[in-house]
């Protein structure tokens, strides 16, 4: 058995189910706004669906370390989003003229940034015992530790925030 192309299958397998999950929960959101229920409840069960069978195939490829080393790279993740490709995206949507692309791009990358910074923030403080709270904007993503009157990103009001 030719383990290094089974590995690629499953991380090619995790990508393509976690698109999937995301593509279908959005098509629920869309169908529950039109009022068809039955098919935003089945939209929103295959994307959660979409979910096991990407976090199984994640886990199997060995993907899943410890938190610190997820932590670590997290942070790498997050920041390469913020550097180097939001900016890239940004300036090619500016170029084409595109202002919705340029303005969901700039709240992503603004939105890694603050990701980035958190994850370091959990890294570093790891063994802390303090129970946190963060609260996440729905609009753009931006994640905070408390409510902010107004989103610093999107300007979104603060009362829309999600706590997890």
């Known amino acids: 058995m030719n383990e290094n192309k089974t590995i690629?299958?499953?991380?090619?397998?995790?990508?393509?189910?976690?698109?999937?999950?995301?593509?279908?929960l959005a098509y629920s959101k869309k169908a529950e706004k039109e009022g068809k229920l039955n098919a935003a409840k089945l939209f929103k069960a295959a994307s959660d669906a979409e979910t096991l069978h990407a976090l199984k195939h994640f886990e199997v490829a060995g993907k899943v370390s410890s938190t610190v080393d997820n932590l670590k790279d997290a942070v790498a993740g997050e920041t390469h989003e913020f550097q180097d490709m939001y900016p890239d995206f940004v300036k090619q949507a500016e170029a084409e003229g595109n202002k919705a692309a340029v303005m969901s791009f700039t709240f992503a990358m603004k939105a890694e940034e603050v990701h980035a910074r958190l994850y370091?923030?959990?890294l570093d403080n790891l063994d802390e015992t303090v129970e946190v709270f963060y609260y996440l904007c729905p609009v753009c993503g931006n994640i905070e530790k408390f409510?902010?009157?107004?989103?610093?990103i999107c300007g979104v009001s603060g009362d829309k925030f999600i706590k997890y």
Do not use: D, W
Not at 147 to 152: A, F, G, M, T
């Open 8 to 24: 690629n299958n499953l991380m090619e397998a995790f990508a393509g189910e976690a698109q999937a999950n995301r593509k279908y």
């Open 120 to 122: 370091q923030e959990a």
């Open 147 to 152: 409510v902010p009157e107004k989103c610093s």
